[in-house]
């Protein structure tokens, strides 16, 4: 069936835009974003740093009036973009309809980043959910694993196709979309170091962890930064399970990881995703997190939980 994206302006909107060269994707992002301008919406675009320069040289005086991201910047992490890119411009103009394109996957991706852009695109649904937004995600369909575009399907109420604009019969519910991509983890290599997380470990586990990333060539504010994240994680791990748990440190040619296990488990798929009110107390952990490392993988089922944080060295 064909739609106009534009037709449910009292709700969240959020078509994928399936395009194979540059001209096509100029086609699709341009009347998209000129008609928000059009409308006094305010207007974001999120989107790789070579595809951003296309728009913005496109749009020429009208760049000024468009918040513009280098998304393989903003959203290197996919598990901040909900959270510091998308609801972060929703909030900046609360009680106005925003028109965002965010393009989360592009061919530069790998497949240990891909769960968590899955994720992310359907977990957009649930965040959303209610607001008066429209997300517009271009996909290449000729870079990017078919199996990736099938994932588009399900994970976008709609698509389009050059001008023709159809609901997505494959589109499935976003938690349980997610939840089939909470996908179990490879053991760490031999090589790794380990730790007991437990509360006499603390002070050793950030030294631990310092040593490795400077030794790792990271520079110190990236050091500080994971630092700061295992440790978060550590405390929690202490505070809300009774077994403790264990930390991993190891390398590989372009990035240093630490995987924490313990026996809790996160029940909430956006645990992570979402700001934190100013007056609830703690449940900031992941949300750091997210926002201080390159990536964030989970696997966590009840009973046992094991969060891989990946810095790029």
């Given at each position: 069936?064909?739609?106009?994206?534009?037709?449910?302006i009292d709700s969240f909107v959020h078509p994928a835009l399936f395009y194979a060269d540059q001209e096509e994707y100029l086609a699709g992002t341009l009347p998209f974003i000129r008609a928000g301008l059009a409308a006094d919406e305010p207007v974001m675009v999120a989107v790789p740093g070579d595809s951003l320069e296309h728009i913005r040289a496109a749009l020429g005086a009208d760049a000024g009036r468009v918040q513009l991201h280098d998304m393989s910047v903003a959203g290197r992490n996919p598990g901040?973009?909900?959270?510091?890119?998308l609801l972060a411009f929703a909030a900046a103009h609360a009680g106005k309809r925003v028109r965002i394109i965010?393009?989360?996957i592009w061919a530069g991706r790998t497949a240990t980043e891909y769960p968590a852009c899955a994720q992310h695109e359907a977990l957009i649904n649930a965040a959303f959910a209610g607001r008066q937004a429209t997300i517009l995600c271009?996909?290449?369909t000729g870079h990017l694993d078919r199996r990736w575009l099938d994932d588009a399907r399900r994970t976008h109420p709609v698509v389009q196709m050059g001008s023709a604009v159809r609901v997505s019969p494959h589109?499935?519910?976003p938690i349980a979309v997610a939840a089939g991509f909470n996908l179990p983890l490879e053991d760490p290599p031999a090589q790794a170091i380990t730790v007991t997380i437990d509360l006499q470990a603390l002070s050793v586990i950030r030294r631990v962890v310092a040593?490795?990333?400077t030794a790792a060539g990271l520079s110190p504010d990236r050091v500080s930064d994971l630092t700061l994240a295992v440790s978060e994680l550590a405390a929690n791990t202490i505070k809300h399970t009774a077994a403790g748990g264990t930390l991993a440190i190891w390398t590989d040619d372009t990035r240093l990881i630490c995987q924490l296990t313990d026996t809790g488990h996160i029940a909430n798929p956006l645990a992570g995703r979402l700001p934190v009110p100013p007056q609830q107390p703690g449940s900031r952990g992941l949300l750091l997190?997210?926002?201080?490392?390159?990536?964030v993988r989970i696997h966590t089922v009840p009973g046992a939980t094991t969060i891989r944080l990946h810095m790029h060295r």
């Open positions: 069936m064909s739609i106009s994206v534009a037709t449910r901040r973009i909900i959270p510091g890119v965010g393009e989360p271009p996909y290449h589109y499935a519910d040593a490795e990333a997190v997210n926002q201080l490392c390159d990536l």
